[in-house]
Structure formats: C-alpha cells, structure tokens
C-alpha cells in the first residue's frame, strides 16, 4: 500500500464543487484585490477565532512580521527590544522578530508536551523584554495560565503563532483570541489551508490592527495617502473567497485529525517509539502527528520502503541555521533531542481507516 505523507490533491478534492465555485464567482466577477470576499472572510474568520478584527494579508510570515512592526509603529516596542520566544519553532516565527530589529531569547520545550517550558521563561525576563511569542507548534496549544500571569506581571504582550493550530482550543477560547494579537498562516498544507499562500492577524486591539491593516497595503490607510513605509502584502480575493468554503468545514476536519491520532494512539505499541502525550483533546488539532524515536533516520527508511510518506520537523533547529551563525554554539539540548528525533506521521482529514491501521501495523513490526 501507498500513504503519501500528505495529499493536498484529496484535501482539495473534498470540497471541490464549493471550491470551483468560489474561484470562478471572483474570476466572474472582475474584482481580484480589496473586495467583498476579503470582507467576508475576514468577518467570519474573526467570528470563528473570537476577536473583533482579522486582518488577511499575504501569508503567515508576513502576520507575524505585521504584529511586531505595528507594535514599533505604535511605540510600544523599539528595535533593540527582546522577545520571548521558543527554541523549537519553525524559522518564519524567530524571522519574525529579527526582521523588525528585535532580539529572540531562545527558551527551551517541555519534553513531554514539546511547547515552551513556562518554568524556564521568568529567568529570561530582562527590562528589555517587551513581549512573548508562543506557538502551537504541531497543533497542540502552547499557553499556560503561568505565561498569562507572566505577562502581566511584567506588563508583557503575549503574542501567538497560530499557523498550525486553527480550530484549537484552551478553556473555551479559541487559540488566536487568547494572547494580545496572533498571526496565522493558510499554507496549503496547513489545517486551514489555501490554494497558494496567504495569512492573518486577529486582535482585539483597535489601534494595532488600523496600523496592520495599512502597513500590508503599502502603509496606507485612504488611496494615494502613506502613513508608514508599509509593503504590499495583501490577501488575494480569489484566497479569501476559498478559504471561507474551507472555514465552514474546518470543524469537521479538525474532528477527522483528532479521530486518526486517537487511533494512532492506541493503536502503537513499539517500546522504540515516543507518541505524543495528550491530557486534554480540546488542545489539540493535530497539524502534525509527531513521534520521537532514537533511530529517527532508519525508521523513516524503513517506512518509506513500506510505501509510507514521513516528514521530520524540523530537521536543523533555528539557532543551528547558517543565517543565524551567532547562535550556532549555543547548546539547547531539548531542542536539538527533538530535532533529532522527530518523525512526523501522515496526518489529514483524508485517510481512510485502512490506510490508518496499515501504518500501525508497520511501525509496530518496526
Ligand atoms: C507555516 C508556519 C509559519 C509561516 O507561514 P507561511 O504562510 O508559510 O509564511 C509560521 N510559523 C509556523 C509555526 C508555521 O508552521
């Protein structure tokens, strides 16, 4: 049997009569930039995480690079500024901060739940710090009544990378209303996924959403009048009209990830195997179905001579990465145990029970 690691071909087929038909309204419709499906979108998406505002723009880099940048705009932080943030991250939310000037504070994961250790984040306060970025990394929610606490008793902003976590929850928010604003990320491979790239911020916050909504539209706010030296990072309405078909469905999705895991989870019973450990399934959408395992590389071998399509995120930890050369000595033993030995199964609303259960049956004869 064949499991691809991930069939975007199946996730789109799912809803492709919806889909057709959102793509050729905008192409009907002559309107391709700034119209109503960007509206739309925005209001629903923003109905759905539970903030007052969403704004798109053109792909989740680009949100969390908006977040900060609006924050220097408004004066709340200034280049120089430090930003908590986790070892463990894929590299767009360290980029994030260092493309504003800013400095991360790398803090290592918890072992078990592979989020931020929240026990190791006072220590790293300084009177620079302005900020804390967590990030639900693999679908698993990453705050802790402990960071909010933090984060006002330093009078901190907490900020979130949701860009794998649409639909999770903690205590009945939605990840992405819990922090002061969060950026999201509509790869096609992620939960809630586009048809090429796009991105959002949601907030509460009136002032910083004005400044985003203007800084990715080229700073300006009225036609022809520029406010700040923005870019041009818009959300396509074409994107806007086909994630607002996917956003009706996301729920649904969301509920077939966590069906999978829960075979995944009782069905793997191999000693030379860490399964994720979940306390509380609200908190997990599952963008990613992470395993440990000592001999990460052979076992990906060994399933790809099966037919089964793995991924390992991330092979290279950020502070290891040749564009961060200043970092390449530090030691961060968590994370660099998890770099070497993450092993990300398939994962999708789209595999069949069969395919499931084969993929149990060959990692336990592993
Ligand atoms: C995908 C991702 C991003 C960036 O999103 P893009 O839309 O690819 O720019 C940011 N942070 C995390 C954790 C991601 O997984």
Not at 104 to 109: A, D, I, K, R, S
Not at 164 to 179: D, E, L, V, Y
Not at 196 to 222: C, F, R
């Amino acid at each position: 049997m064949q499991v691809p690691f991930l069939s975007l071909k199946d996730v789109t087929n799912k809803y492709r009569d919806e889909i057709h038909e959102a793509a050729l309204r905008v192409i009907d419709s002559g309107w391709y930039l700034q119209g109503k499906e960007n509206e739309k979108f925005e209001t629903d998406y923003a109905h759905y995480i539970g903030t007052k505002y969403c704004i798109g723009c053109a792909n989740g880099l680009d949100a969390l690079i908006w977040i900060f940048r609006a924050y220097i705009e408004l004066g709340i932080m200034k280049p120089g500024d430090e930003v908590i943030v986790p070892a463990n991250t894929y590299i767009a939310t360290i980029l994030s901060i260092t493309e504003n000037g800013l400095i991360p504070v790398l803090v290592e994961p918890n072992i078990n739940t592979y989020q931020i250790d929240d026990s190791l984040i006072e220590s790293k306060i300084t009177a620079k710090t302005k900020a804390i970025i967590i990030v639900h990394l693999y679908g698993r929610c990453a705050y802790t009544d402990k960071i909010g606490e933090l984060c006002k008793k330093y009078n901190l902003k907490l900020i979130e990378d949701n860009a794998q976590a649409h639909g999770c929850m903690f205590n009945g928010k939605k990840t992405g209303s819990i922090g002061d604003a969060a950026g999201h990320s509509f790869y096609p491979g992620k939960n809630l996924g586009a048809l090429g790239d796009a991105g959002a911020v949601t907030t509460n916050d009136v002032e910083l959403a004005k400044a985003i909504h203007s800084l990715a539209n080229y700073g300006s706010q009225k036609k022809y009048v520029f406010q700040y030296c923005g870019r041009n990072s818009r959300l396509d309405e074409i994107q806007a009209a086909i994630l607002d078909v996917k956003l009706r469905h996301l729920d649904e999705d969301v509920a077939l990830r966590k069906s999978v895991a829960k075979k995944y989870i009782e069905g793997i019973k191999n000693p030379k195997i860490v399964l994720p450990k979940i306390s509380d399934w609200n908190q997990h959408v599952f963008h990613l179905f992470p395993i440990l395992c000592e001999q990460r590389d052979e076992l990906q071998k060994y399933l790809e001579s099966n037919g089964i399509g793995t991924n390992i995120h991330y092979p290279i930890p950020p502070h290891k990465q040749e564009c961060y050369k200043k970092w390449n000595s530090i030691c961060l033993p968590m994370t660099e145990k998890i770099h070497a030995q993450e092993l990300s199964l398939p994962m999708s609303p789209c595999l069949t029970d069969e395919q499931v259960n084969y993929i149990i049956d060959t990692i336990n004869n592993y």
